[in-house]
């Protein structure tokens, strides 16, 4: 069956959240669908996700106190059931693909997060969160001289948070 390209984008939505089998945050699955690949472009991505959202095929769970996952619901896994025979073979398998080799790098985007401002004395305050779905595990602020360190140290946590994660943890808990 053929369908408008709304409805094409909403199916492919709710295919790539069932493969990818975690919550993901909208930022994580319009990375996924709209800048990593050119599934469906970014603004039409992004209207498909807050229609989804509005008919209750996928929801959002609350993860941290500002930070929502997104996740499909039953009638979401109903809905893509009914339609998988309208995504064509090559693209069910590319996404498959996709996902399977890059599930574990998009899960540590979102359990790794890291992000900086500028303070008001010119230094520049670092924020750096390890979390699990519903829980923030540790949080480190640190502030640095300037924007080079920040822009570093954001870009290297998704690397180096399990390691040190685990470091700070045995060296508290010995």
């Not at 790539?16 to 319009?30: D, G, M, N, R, S």
């Not at 996700?49 to 499909?72: H, M, P, R, W, Y």
Request: net charge negative; aromatic share 10%; glycine share 2%.
């Amino acid at each position: 069956m053929r369908h408008d390209d709304s409805t094409a984008n909403k199916i492919l939505l709710l295919f790539v959240l069932e493969k990818i089998e975690i919550p993901v945050t909208e930022e994580v699955l319009l990375q996924l669908c709209s800048v990593d690949n050119q599934w469906i472009p970014y603004f039409l991505c992004r209207q498909a996700i807050q229609d989804l959202l509005q008919s209750g095929f996928i929801a959002k769970v609350k993860a941290t106190e500002n930070l929502a996952l997104l996740s499909l619901t039953q009638d979401g896994i109903m809905c893509i059931s009914h339609f998988y025979k309208d995504i064509p073979n090559s693209k069910q398998k590319e996404i498959a693909t996709y996902i399977n080799n890059n599930r574990a790098a998009y899960r540590r985007k979102q359990e790794f997060r890291a992000d900086y401002t500028k303070t008001q004395d010119g230094f520049y305050m670092v924020r750096l969160k390890v979390t699990q779905i519903s829980k923030v595990l540790l949080e480190i602020n640190i502030e640095v001289p300037n924007e080079e360190i920040a822009k570093s140290i954001v870009e290297g946590w998704p690397q180096n948070a399990p390691s040190i994660y685990r470091g700070l943890y045995e060296n508290l808990v010995e």
